[in-house]
């Protein structure tokens, strides 16, 4: 049945109506209950990156259930480590953060006893919790790979809400502080640092100029020196700097209503977290919300491909990447409200394929960030809710790697469905979707009225204005 352009449009005012509703931009095992973020839009002055978005040669309006995917009958080739780490470890907080140095040590970043919910920050992202002072505790423990005992903690009294953790090729800390609204670079632990060497933002300011963040949440650091900030809860950017911490570019928009099919590229609905993938020198970012991974030359800024899957679902949390085997990414999905019968787990996916090939995990809960050893044996997983951090070690050798995709007995590929694009999954939710919608119609628009009529009053913008704010977002040019 071909649906009317009426029923389309109230569709999709449905979706922007749930999307506007889910104001407490949230980050843990509260997203439950505040499972949407509420984007807040860059500025509509010409601030997007110069990169060329249209030389890729990938079909912008391509929708993404025209490829097949792997079902869930996929082998666990990683298994949970108990007894790691070890008992006698500190009491830990929400666990944002891991990430592995040069000598195979695991180090987490987590937020002791502050907490991210609901009640952290105002509508335009302001910290309201500054009279607790900063984390009283170190908030990065260092552990040993193998026995989990603890080799060092230090963090104590700078950081507010700890959000990303990564080292470059000389162990030199990469931080990101979602309160303060700053990225930080420190020497290597071992050295003790007392200060940092960089810090880029202003303390708890946000804004989306060259020297401004808002929520960042990952840095990755390229073997020139120049890195990449993924910004984040609220601009919907990743930038790039040089060494020594001055803007070389940025790229990347928010993800305004796009019904069932996939967002345009360098469309960011919270872009999550940062991976390399050095060997074909390039930038890649967990678009969280968005349920995918997308990839860039590092050096152009080009889109390269992307990755997703019913079987992952809707929520991409962390992503990393190792060469091991002819390459591999390791991703994190979340809890969801938009697909059902996707499980929380971590997936390994095959370089070549881009599709699912192992899976680890299916006990988590609130996983958040996960690292992989450089010869890709053991898996590191950040919960924050538990709060927690958990080892996978592989099981079989990497004889059977992916680097094909696995024929697993009975597995099946779900075709995309001839009906409007949708794959057979939720092809099969469609009557459903169209029951309620039409039940819906009628009260739903009036209310949708009501509401983006009172909020906008509160907000002190009309209607008119906020529809121009929007049509200029979407008219805004790229530049350096």
Same mark, same amino acid.
């Given at each position: ?133 900063? !984390? ?28 990303? !953790? ?60 120049? #890195? #990449? ?38 469309? #960011? ?42 079987? !992952? ?45 192992? !899976? ?121």
């Amino acid at each position: 049945m071909l649906l009317s352009s009426s029923f389309v449009t109230l569709l999709s005012a449905l979706v922007l109506f749930i999307n506007v509703q889910a104001t407490a931009n949230v980050d843990g095992p509260y997203d439950k209950h505040n499972h949407l973020v509420k984007r807040e839009p860059l500025s509509t002055r010409k601030n997007f990156v110069n990169f060329n978005q249209e030389s890729s040669g990938y079909e912008r309006n391509k929708n993404v259930f025209n490829n097949p995917i792997i079902s869930t009958q996929l082998p666990e080739e990683w298994l949970k480590v108990s007894n790691w780490p070890a008992k006698e470890t500190p009491k830990l907080g929400q666990v944002s953060g891991v990430t592995i140095n040069s000598k195979g040590q695991v180090l987490i970043f987590h937020r002791g006893d502050h907490i991210w919910n609901g009640e952290t920050f105002d509508i335009n992202h302001n910290y309201l919790l500054r009279d607790l002072g900063p !984390i009283s505790k170190p908030t990065i423990i260092v552990y040993d790979p193998v026995l989990g005992t603890v080799l060092q903690e230090w963090g104590e009294k700078i950081f507010f809400i700890p959000h990303g !953790i990564s080292v470059d090729h000389e162990d030199n800390l990469w931080l990101t502080d979602v309160a303060l609204h700053q990225i930080f670079k420190f020497s290597p632990l071992s050295t003790n640092p007392k200060s940092a060497l960089l810090q880029i933002g202003t303390p708890f300011k946000p804004g989306n100029s060259a020297e401004q963040f808002c929520k960042p949440t990952s840095v990755a650091v390229i073997p020139s020196g120049d #890195f #990449f900030v993924a910004d984040g809860y609220c601009n919907s950017r990743i930038v790039k700097f040089n060494s020594a911490g001055v803007k070389i570019s940025q790229f990347g928009r928010p993800t305004l209503p796009h019904g069932l099919s996939m967002p345009p590229i360098y469309n #960011f609905n919270v872009p999550h977290a940062l991976t390399l993938v050095e060997d074909k020198e390039l930038v890649c970012v967990a678009d969280r919300e968005n349920g995918r991974v997308q990839c860039f030359d590092w050096k152009t800024g080009n889109f390269s491909y992307q990755i997703y899957s019913n079987v !992952i679902g809707s929520e991409v949390y962390s992503v990393t990447y190792s060469p091991v085997a002819g390459g591999m990414f390791i991703i994190v999905n979340g809890k969801e409200m938009r697909q059902f019968g996707v499980v929380v787990r971590g997936f390994v996916v095959n370089a070549d394929t881009r599709q699912p090939a192992s !899976i680890f995990g299916p006990i988590l809960e609130s996983p958040h960030d996960v690292a992989i050893s450089a010869d890709g044996k053991d898996i590191y997983v950040a919960e924050i809710g538990p709060f927690k951090i958990i080892k996978y070690s592989r099981n079989v050798s990497f004889n059977s790697v992916p680097s094909k995709s696995h024929s697993v007995s009975k597995a099946t590929f779900l075709q995309a469905a001839q009906t409007n694009g949708l794959n057979t999954e939720r092809g099969s939710m469609l009557p459903a979707v169209l029951v309620i919608a039409a039940a819906l119609m009628f009260a739903g628009a009036i209310l949708i009225g009501v509401i983006v009529y009172s909020r906008t009053k509160r907000r002190g913008m009309s209607l008119a204005e906020q529809s121009l704010r929007i049509e200029t977002m979407r008219l805004v040019e790229d530049e350096y």
